[in-house]
């Protein structure tokens, strides 16, 4: 019984292929002195394929941590930010909440304005510029603003013990 393949042209008949492995490849009597030095080498290039991958997954835990390095930094010197000003941070916090209700109505001017100039933005380049020029910078630095004041106001709160331990 033949098996096929499902691809996306539809059903494929599997290729099979064969290997002639010569019989004096094989050892024939009862001298395995040439299969045990054959196993001895394939458990040779087991290991080294083994020191191979481990040395892969170093690398792969130091570029990890290469880029998470930038990350943590940053969160601890946010965290020691928010203990040195923990005023301004209760008010960049409050800050972002209301400019993201600002945000929200904003996007929904912007919306109900695509909804109403559909036809007119999608047909005209004048229009669709007018409209970028209107509505994109204001989001672009709306949304700065919002990325600004929600990171000092959200600062995570890490321990002191944990800069000295990374």
């Known amino acids: 019984m033949t098996k096929y393949i499902l691809n996306e042209n539809g059903p494929v008949r599997p290729v099979s292929a064969q290997v002639d492995v010569p019989s004096s490849s094989i050892p024939q009597s009862n001298d395995f002195s040439e299969l045990l030095a054959l196993m001895r080498r394939s458990?040779?290039?087991q290991d080294r394929?083994?020191?191979a991958q481990n040395r892969q997954?170093?690398?792969l835990c130091e570029l990890i941590n290469q880029f998470t390095a930038a990350g943590r930094q940053k969160a601890v010197e946010l965290s020691?930010?928010?203990k040195s000003n923990p005023r301004?941070?209760?008010?960049c916090k409050d800050a972002a909440e209301k400019l993201a209700r600002i945000q929200t109505e904003f996007i929904d001017s912007l919306s109900d304005e695509i909804d109403v100039n559909y036809d007119v933005l999608q047909d005209g380049d004048f229009a669709l510029g007018e409209f970028v020029d209107k509505f994109g910078p204001r989001?672009?630095?709306l949304n700065s603003l919002l990325q600004v004041l929600a990171q000092l106001g959200n600062a995570p709160?890490?321990?002191?013990?944990a800069k000295k331990g990374e």
């Open 80 to 82: 020691e930010w928010k």
């Open 57 to 59: 997954n170093d690398l």
């Open 157 to 161: 709160d890490i321990p002191m013990t």
């Open 43 to 45: 458990v040779h290039l």
């Open 88 to 91: 301004l941070a209760r008010a």
């Open 49 to 51: 394929n083994l020191a």
């Open 139 to 141: 989001i672009i630095h």
